[in-house]
């Protein structure tokens, strides 16, 4: 067990979570870590508890009964907590993630647009508002990518596809550390391949409309520290990112793989990546869910060292999140939240 008290391992989690009274008490923890506080009459101290509905308490000063779910993204769910703690389980430890159909097969769901809805319900619990700014420490990369499928019979400059900007930090290794590798890399020592002496910090990614100076500018200025290093390519949308007091270090790419590699490396594997897994994994994605599916490869991207801990965060921000509902996602009511630039999410048209 972690000694914040959530399971490590497949083996802790069947322990720590066989029924549905042990989630609710671990639900529970979540949203009131030292006492239960009614959220009608703000009473403190232990409430009542009913022998059958673990879900539900009641407060013994305003006698309101108060569901564990409300409030969070298993609000109103006629589905057990077991099945949705399964759920958050698959989606944030499995490295390829979990499409709606593999989500609907290995939990048993009847059908499909539940598995579709639970999955959406905790992307909506993967974006936290108030994450910090990236790049404080170390340089950070930026660049932009065109999403979406085969643009054939469509003239230069003329495409379907949807803009996605990314930053990510890059960060160099500590002296001394282990850097042998697997696989075929171009550094060796004695014989043995080695991993690069920089590797992937933080990741932001964002929908955007353009790639406008101003729609730029705005994506560094809120996902980045002010004065951070910052390495673009000559793309002249960037141009205001010295003024803007970054220190921005642009190189003109010329379609050169070797100038590519040098000077951005990180956020062009991680678009490489991410194209990949929405293929792979989900075989491709609507432009009204794009920015959710951003949200968890972000997500489960940033905590990829500590699988377990992403699930742990997971249900920690389901537990404050308000989720959409069927109706939301399918009619295209619902905007999948970020915390990139706000002003540039309300002008999107889409």
């Given amino acids: 067990m972690d000694p914040r008290g959530f399971p490590i391992s497949l083996p802790e989690f069947q322990h720590c979570f066989p029924t549905d009274e042990a989630c609710a008490a671990y639900l529970e923890k979540l949203r009131w ?16 508890r009913f022998q059958t509905r673990p879900s ?37 430890t499995q490295t390829p ?17 539940t598995a579709f809805t639970m999955l959406h319900k905790l992307r909506s619990g ?15 990369e930026v660049d932009e990518t065109l999403i979406g499928g085969a643009t054939r019979g469509e003239g230069r400059g003329v495409h379907h596809k949807v803009y996605v900007l990314g930053t990510i930090e890059v960060r160099n290794r500590k002296p001394g550390e282990d850097r042998s590798a697997k696989g075929e890399q171009d550094d060796h020592a004695e014989g043995k391949p080695l991993k690069r002496p920089i590797y992937a910090g933080r990741l932001r990614l964002q929908v955007v409309e353009d790639r ?10 809120a996902n980045v520290v002010a ?10 949308g960037y141009n205001g990112l010295a003024a803007a007091g970054y220190q921005h270090h642009a190189i003109a790419m010329n379609a050169s793989p070797e100038l590519a590699d040098a000077h951005l490396p990180m956020i062009h594997l991680i678009f490489s990546n991410l194209k ?22 972000t997500f489960r991207f940033n905590r990829r060292f500590y699988p377990m801990t992403a699930f742990n965060s997971a249900l920690g921000l389901a537990a404050k999140t308000v989720p959409p509902t069927y109706a939301e996602l399918y009619s295209g009511a619902w905007v999948h939240p970020t ?5 540039l999410q309300e002008a999107l048209p889409f």
């Avoid at 000063?61 to 769910?77: E, P, Q, Y």
């Avoid at 897994?277 to 432009?287: E, I, N, Q």
């Fill in 126 to 140: 993967m974006c936290r508002p108030e994450r910090d700014e990236i790049g404080a420490e170390h340089a950070v």
């Fill in 276 to 297: 990949t897994w929405l293929h792979g994994t989900h075989h491709g994605t609507s432009l009204q869910h794009l920015q959710a599916y951003l949200n968890e490869y």
């Fill in 97 to 113: 993630g979990q499409s709606a159909l593999q989500f609907q097969r290995q939990l048993g769901l009847t059908r499909y647009e």
């Fill in 56 to 92: 539900q308490l009641r407060c013994t000063s305003c006698k309101s009964d108060i569901r564990l779910t409300a409030g969070t993204v298993m609000r109103s769910t006629h589905i057990p907590l077991s099945v949705w703690f399964w759920g958050a389980y698959l989606m944030t």
């Fill in 212 to 221: 406008k100076g101003a729609v730029c500018e705005g994506f560094v200025k």
């Fill in 227 to 236: 004065g951070a290093t910052v390495k673009t390519d000559g793309w002249q």
């Fill in 33 to 48: 870590p030292d006492t239960f506080v009614c959220p009608k009459c703000g009473a403190r101290g232990e409430p009542y």
């Fill in 339 to 343: 915390s990139h630039a706000p002003s």
